[in-house]
């Protein structure tokens, strides 16, 4: 167990639509890192966040925004959701200096019919 | 930019055999190179890191990894492979002059570890 809670678990919504993802870091853990994870793109880094600030942006839509609460939790909100939104949407978290290693959450699996 | 290259999408060998899971990789500054593995319907979990010091590392599970700076290569190995190892496994970089911890993942090799 990595410590790090993801919730749901599963998700199945329709286009349009918009959805949150919970993610609850590793006690301790003040980094928060987003990635989504699909067949074709690979693992991709969406969102990093440090002890509430936005640090770092990668390849997020507009479409989908984060942010990290004073209790260090964070959210995903996908909005107008699209055919291909649907993924792995892991977070992770860390200390938060450059050379310690990720703990990832079991990842929501979301489905846009 | 950092990138990662995993040149095999699968790696296929025989329990008991020695194993070897490709990784190079390109960064600016130092390099911070770690390996993660994924099983089915699970997050990456972390299996060793290196950051500095001796090039032979040694992880979780009895894996470890060899940095070759000249190579900007970090292949993750085990001497004897278990059916168990199984598993989607990445590369992963990040590097000290990005500014901040941005872990760049390869695109994953499957291994296969047949009975």
């Known amino acids: 167990d990595s410590g790090v809670t993801q919730t749901p678990k599963h998700l199945i919504t329709a286009t349009g639509q918009r959805v949150t993802l919970r993610c609850s870091p590793r006690?301790?853990?003040?980094?928060v890192y987003w990635y989504q994870q699909s067949l074709d793109q690979g693992l991709q880094f969406l969102i990093h966040?440090?002890?509430?600030?936005?640090?770092a942006k990668g390849n997020i839509l507009e479409r989908f925004s984060a942010q990290q609460f004073p209790d260090l939790h964070s959210e995903l909100n996908l909005s107008s959701l699209e055919l291909g939104d649907s993924a792995l949407y892991f977070c992770?978290?860390?200390?938060?200096?450059?050379?310690?290693?990720?703990?990832f959450g079991n990842g929501t699996r979301l489905t846009v019919t | 930019a950092q990138s990662v290259a995993q040149p095999e999408d699968q790696v296929n060998v025989a329990e008991g055999n020695p194993l070897t899971v490709k990784c190079t990789y390109s960064?600016?500054?130092?390099?911070?190179l770690f390996w993660y593995v994924q099983y089915p319907n699970r997050g990456l979990q972390f299996l060793l890191k290196?950051?500095?010091?001796?090039?032979l590392v040694k992880g979780s599970y009895g894996f470890e990894a060899e940095f070759n700076k000249s190579q900007t290569s970090f292949h993750l190995k085990k001497p004897s492979a278990l059916v168990s190892d199984s598993a989607l496994y990445f590369c992963?970089?990040?590097?000290?002059?990005?500014?901040?911890?941005?872990?760049?993942f390869g695109t994953g090799t499957r291994l296969l570890v047949s009975p």
């Open positions: 992770a978290s860390s200390v938060g200096s450059y050379n310690s290693p990720l703990h």
């Open positions: 006690s301790g853990d003040l980094s």
């Open positions: 966040y440090y002890n509430g600030e936005e640090r």
């Open positions: 960064v600016s500054g130092n390099p911070y």
């Open positions: 290196y950051i500095t010091g001796d090039n």
């Open positions: 992963a970089v990040s590097g000290s002059n990005t500014g901040f911890q941005k872990l760049v």
